[in-house]
């Protein structure tokens, strides 16, 4: 069993910049499939990014277009951690953001085995 916790939503003006973290526990962490979803109200669930072991020490990271260039993701092993850092902030992004562990990563939420409560991410114009 893996638990997941988020933190570091908030409010933010449009242009600005966020950090969101999620602490995971329970299980070896290195070797899973990071993802950051969320979800704005009446929408359905949205893929934002993934970081993917691959083996060794090497990890690749993918996300949506609508976010390309303006998110990152990194995670810290040694903190059982990862992190998305989201800069340029418009108020499209404003949802609640979930972090997912899995063994297969990828962009559909049923990919992801281990879900967080989320965070919540409020951008105003």
């Known amino acids: 069993q893996v638990r997941l916790v988020e933190s570091g939503g908030g409010l933010v003006q449009a242009g600005g910049s966020l950090r969101l973290s999620c602490e995971a526990s329970?299980?070896?962490?290195?070797?899973?499939?990071m993802g950051w979803f969320r979800q704005a109200p009446g929408k359905e669930r949205e893929f934002v990014g993934v970081?993917?072991?691959?083996?060794?020490?090497?990890?690749?990271?993918d996300y949506a277009d609508s976010v390309e260039g303006r998110f990152t993701i990194y995670r810290d092993n040694a903190k059982n951690s990862v992190f998305l850092q989201m800069n340029s902030l418009k108020p499209e992004d404003t949802a609640v953001y979930h972090c997912?562990?899995?063994?297969?990563?990828?962009?559909?939420?049923?990919?992801?085995?281990?879900w967080g409560q989320g965070t919540q991410v409020i951008v105003s114009s």
């Open positions: 329970g299980r070896t962490f290195s070797n899973y499939a």
């Open positions: 970081t993917t072991w691959t083996g060794g020490h090497t990890y690749v990271a």
């Open positions: 997912a562990a899995g063994g297969r990563g990828g962009r559909m939420p049923e990919q992801y085995d281990y």
